[in-house]
């Protein structure tokens, strides 16, 4: 039996060492619960009536490589009292069979190939959609290259999502208005801006000459982004976070709503960029981030698990 399994080890041995740093392509299980609770929507702790994805907004990254099988599932929380839906904007699928409607106490499932690498948007698509997104039923799915030189190596990540907050959650008339309030990066506002708001504790973190790669899906659920790091400049820009729609030296990238990019930042010196959209209406009532580069910059932030700062 020993012999036997060593020769499959050997030839997978060989195999790998042939294949360089390409990624073998795997099944990736994926499940989200969709829960309906109360979270914070400020650094003070006012709550908000909103519907999630693993009762959080945004919902859980996803994060898989180029070429991965992966195997999805919903489940619809029992004590929920919507049917929701999940559209993942990195598959090619059936709108009407695989985004279909789960009720509560139920759970659908479908199969999808990541076969674009990038950064992707997924959400909720049941109806009314419009509420459901704006409600916080959104995240991002990280679709690795399976050629992990195809961009240079980023020394930290960090996942943004932008999105508006709408004061009453029950009312799609307002949503369909156009009735926002404030403008938010990952559900919250002024989230990681101590500067204006004296309740944020949370900051993004980085040291000088560090390749930070920041994964940006703008959730709308109207507003278009202008995507700016005030006193920075993005060194790349990846439409749709993909390899090869690399874009060099920007000031500003427009994000619309249902899109996503992926942007590198790289600072000579200490000092912070201020991230914002540069539609200011939108930036001064929430959507600045504050990027702190400094040599002493937190070890852990923005690696592993701590790409979206909670
Ligand atoms: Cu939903």
Not at 76 to 102: G, I, L, Q
Not at 117 to 132: K, T
Not at 144 to 153: E, I, L, R, S, V
Not at 169 to 188: E, I, L, R, T
Request: proline share 6%; net charge neutral.
């Amino acid at each position: 039996m020993k012999a036997l399994r060593t020769i499959p080890t050997l030839l997978f041995a060989a195999a790998a060492l042939l294949a360089g740093a390409q990624a073998y392509a795997k099944t990736v299980k994926v499940t989200l619960t969709a829960k309906e609770v109360d979270l914070p929507i400020d650094n003070k702790g006012t709550m908000y009536r909103t519907w999630t994805f693993d009762g959080q907004v945004p919902g859980t990254v996803v994060r898989v490589t180029e070429g991965d099988t992966v195997e999805f599932t919903l489940i619809n929380d029992k004590a929920n009292k919507n049917s929701h839906s999940v559209d993942f904007h990195a598959a090619r699928a059936d709108v009407v069979k695989d985004f279909e409607s789960v009720k509560p106490g139920e759970q659908g499932s479908y199969t999808f190939t990541a076969d674009y690498p990038g950064v992707f948007f997924y959400h909720c698509g049941a109806d009314p959609m419009i509420q459901h997104i704006a409600r916080g039923m959104y995240g991002a799915i990280i679709v690795d290259p399976k050629d992990a030189k195809a961009m240079p190596k980023a020394d930290r990540e960090y996942v943004l999502i932008q999105s508006e907050l709408y004061p009453n959650p029950d009312s799609q008339a307002d949503m369909m208005a156009n009735k926002w309030s404030n403008v938010m990066f990952n559900g919250s506002i002024f989230k990681y801006d101590p500067v204006h708001d004296p309740n944020a504790s949370r900051m993004l973190q980085a040291k000088p000459g560090e390749r930070v790669r920041i994964y940006f899906v703008n959730a709308g659920v109207n507003e278009f982004s202008s995507f700016h790091p005030i006193a920075g400049i993005w060194d790349r820009v990846y439409s749709s976070g993909n390899p090869k729609n690399v874009q060099v030296g920007l000031q500003s990238f427009v994000v619309g709503p249902g899109d996503a990019a992926t942007f590198d930042l790289i600072s000579p010196k200490e000092g912070a960029n201020a991230i914002v959209t540069h539609s200011l209406r939108g930036a001064l009532s929430g959507a600045i981030a504050i990027m702190q580069f400094s040599n002493d910059a937190d070890p852990k932030a923005g690696k592993g698990d701590n790409i979206l700062v909670r």
